[in-house]
């Protein structure tokens, strides 16, 4: 079983800072993760991943310098950091489990599970 719940989203201003969580339980503890973002109408957009051991990370290109992921596995988390947050980052936030350990793919297909996702909104 897998199962992934995201957690953090919120309410926050142009500016801000904000981290995201997704807990993992059963085998995704052993699975690389994965964010993606969605705002209604749009597909799924990568937004960073990291590996198993969190020895590999990518983040999506025009994210680099405010957003970055990390996970505690001591804690069974993954965290998602946004800083100078712009209203363009406003969606849903979703983590997905990959079973490649090590990879840090940015395409949707390679994550087979999916937490509900957490709300992040973004005032101007």
């Known amino acids: 079983q897998v199962q992934l719940v995201e957690s953090g989203g919120g309410l926050v201003q142009t500016g801000d800072s904000l981290t995201l969580s997704c807990g993992l339980s059963g085998r995704a503890l052993q699975y690389s993760v994965g964010w993606f973002r969605q705002t209604p109408g749009k597909k799924r957009e990568f937004v960073a991943a990291?590996?198993?051991?969190?020895?590999?990370?990518r983040v999506a290109e025009a994210l680099e310098g405010r957003f970055a992921i990390s996970r505690d596995n001591n804690k069974n988390t993954v965290y998602l950091q946004m800083n100078s947050a712009v209203p363009d980052d406003a969606g849903t936030y979703h983590c997905?489990?990959?079973?490649?350990?090590?990879?840090?793919?940015?395409?949707?297909?390679?994550?087979?599970?999916w937490g509900q996702g957490t709300q992040v909104t973004v005032s101007s």
């Open positions: 990291i590996s198993y051991t969190g020895a590999f990370t």
């Open positions: 997905g489990a990959n079973a490649e350990y090590y990879d840090v793919s940015d395409e949707l297909d390679a994550y087979r599970f």
